[in-house]
């Protein structure tokens, strides 16, 4: 889900504000100074931009200082993904704003357990649309954790099944044993199924998968199969998986985001 770009928080105001401080300072002085003054600032000015832009990368995720900062937060289309980026960002009370399909990721900081940790992630809403997968799962690399969004209501077993066997397939998310929360969402809907039966529907769906043995390319261009266990048995249990997941029932139209909000705070902890 997708919503036109919010106002920004107050560090990418303020970084907007030194950038253009810098450059009036520039234009005003330069021009009556001699060659070595001008230069020496000129210098200076660059100096604070590589700054500026660094923690702005930093900032929007692309930098990370500890290697693996972020929170993806992945599913199908409709399940919720970008409702719950806001709810997570703007905090409880806040109206949220409308949201439709999303085209392009959101991403921002945010601090889960503010009361017992300092620490920052970034938290980061992919898209779900099929068309926008490949991508969405090249940001892999810097997830420190997974919240995989499912509709109650409306599961879409088989697409989400194929995302999240995509995901548990995924060489660099198993070697460093990368933690799911599987959060069932729209809990409160008529209709919507128990989170024991999505489980089972998700567990024979996958199971299929692996006995269907498909491949990809690693990152040399080598053919590999796809398996979420280094045996890659189709009888497997999701507790003996390499990555740690679990599953949850959520109603963020509701605010009942405990067990959300509890699994980003263990990654902190």
Excluded at 39 to 64: D, E, H, Y
Excluded at 137 to 150: H, L, S, Y
Aim: aromatic residues 6%; hydrophobic residues 40%.
């Amino acid at each position: 889900a997708w919503t036109p770009p919010a106002t920004p928080p107050f560090a990418a105001r303020l970084e907007i504000m030194v950038l253009q401080m810098l450059v009036t300072i520039v234009q005003t002085i330069v021009p009556s100074l001699d060659y070595t003054s001008a230069l020496a600032v000129a210098l200076l000015a660059v100096a604070l931009l590589v700054f500026v832009a660094l923690k702005a990368l930093q900032r929007g995720g692309v930098v990370s200082p500890s290697g693996a900062n972020a929170v993806l937060i992945v599913g199908p289309m409709g399940s919720g993904k970008t409702v719950l980026f806001y709810r997570m960002i703007l905090g409880e009370g806040t109206k949220l704003p409308k949201t439709v399909t999303s085209q392009a990721p959101n991403s921002d900081e945010f601090a889960p357990d503010e009361e017992k940790s300092t620490k920052k992630l970034q938290l980061v809403d992919l898209p779900g649309h099929d068309s926008q997968w490949p991508s969405a799962m090249e940001r892999t690399k810097d997830a420190a954790g997974i919240i995989f969004m499912i509709d109650s209501s409306k599961p879409q077993t088989t697409v989400a099944a194929q995302k999240l066997f995509d995901l548990l397939c995924d060489p660099m998310l198993k070697k460093k044993k990368i933690p799911f929360l599987v959060a069932c969402n729209k809990c409160e809907n008529e209709g919507a199924k128990s989170l024991d039966d999505i489980q089972d529907d998700l567990y024979a769906d996958l199971q299929d998968r692996t006995e269907f043995k498909d491949t990809i390319e690693d990152t040399e261009g080598n053919t590999i199969e796809k398996k979420m266990t280094e045996a890659g048995e189709s009888d497997f249990k999701f507790e003996e998986l390499p990555c740690p997941i679990e599953f949850a029932t959520v109603s963020i139209k509701k605010g009942e985001i405990a067990p959300i909000e509890k699994f980003c705070q263990k990654l902190v902890r």
